[in-house]
């Protein structure tokens, strides 16, 4: 269960805090603008929470969405000072449990265009009008942060060397199986066009961090076009990472989704995962 708390005012004096509607936040123009949304799943960020909210460009998005799945810490306060839109779950809900009320969230407020980024300060949020310019122009239909530019750059940037092996890996067979090109298949920073939202059926993803892999494997299923821009690397104490242990369960688990969408394309194993949706969110004016 999600309950929404009030939507805060953007106290002034606060650097790179989202402002009210209607103001220099919120200046979409010409026939590709629509309304674009970035949405924070946040799980104790409170450390991190502004320096990601601050280094988001004015004028570029019309409003932030954090999704608090049951913090320890003062993320939410946090959140309400600096006047974005704050969920908070009742009780925890995992990584792609809070996934799934961002983009409810996100749709339900007639976003067209919905960038997700971790609060962490792990990826650069100055590049969020970049994901925004390319979704709102039609040049992709899902855009991800690339966090891998160069093995030295990486490492340099505090990655782990199992994970960056591990991703590199990944990425490679990923890349080889679903036909694609991509830097990175395992970033924190992702943009989606509405009608990639309203057709994939991610109601039935994974509560968990596959989530992230399903999605990419449905994203291809369903044709969408998918491409990546360069992020810097960031690791810190602050940034939020999962253990070795979780690293290796995601890992086999996107394998799995591979196996699962070849068996389903082969008609073996026929999956919901890879259905069409047979409901579209019903958003007022639409």
Known sequence: ???????????????????????????????AAGKAIVVMPAYNAQTTLEQTVADIPPGCIDEIILVDDCSHDDTVATARRLGLTVIQHERNLGYGGNQKTC?????????D????IHPDYQYDSRLVPV?????????????LGNRIRTRRESLAGGMPAYKYFANRILTIIENLWMGQNLGECHSGMRGYRREVLETIPWQGNSDDFV?????????????????????????????????FRRS??????TLGVLAQWTLHRLGLVRT??????????????R
């Open 248 to 253: 290796v369960t995601y890992g086999l688990g």
């Open 272 to 285: 919901p995962l890879f259905e069409p949706r047979t409901d579209r969110p019903a958003v007022a004016g």
């Open 103 to 111: 983009y409810r969230e996100a749709l339900a407020r007639d976003a």
């Open 211 to 243: 989530f992230d892999s399903q999605f990419l494997v449905q994203a291809v299923h369903f044709g969408f076009r998918i491409g990546d821009i360069p992020v810097p690397v960031r690791y810190m104490k602050e940034a939020s990472s999962i253990s």
């Open 1 to 31: 269960m999600a309950t929404e708390s009030e939507t805060a005012m953007n106290p002034r004096g606060v650097p790179g805090a989202p402002a009210p509607a209607g103001s220099a936040r919120s200046q979409p123009s010409g026939p």
């Open 113 to 116: 265009v919905v960038v997700m």
């Open 131 to 143: 994901l925004v310019g390319l979704l709102r122009n039609g040049h992709c239909d899902v855009v």
